[in-house]
């Protein structure tokens, strides 16, 4: 999987495994030096955000989730 496919699977769809795909992703590419240090910072902080996010709002993404789920049944 490349960079970008993992960066936009992770935005696509936020989930533990989208997370690890990319972080492991971003860390390879770092480690090759394909990626600089500053993207692969910015790959952190951008999952972390996103697990520090309030409950609520975690909460409110799968409800999102289960109604769009729902509709294309």
């Given at each position: 999987?490349?960079?970008d496919?993992?960066?936009?699977?992770?935005r696509t769809h936020k989930t533990c495994r989208t997370a690890y795909t990319y972080l492991t992703v971003a860390s390879q590419?770092?480690?090759a030096e394909a990626v600089?240090?500053?993207t692969f910072f910015n790959?952190?902080?951008?999952v972390a955000n996103w697990?520090?996010?309030?409950?609520?709002h975690l909460?409110?993404?799968e409800i999102a989730?289960?109604?769009?789920?729902?509709?294309?049944k």
């Open positions: 999987m490349t960079f496919q993992a960066q936009d699977t992770f590419r770092n480690a600089s240090t500053d790959v952190i902080g951008e697990l520090s996010a309030p409950d609520e909460l409110g993404l989730k289960a109604r769009v789920a729902a509709w294309r």
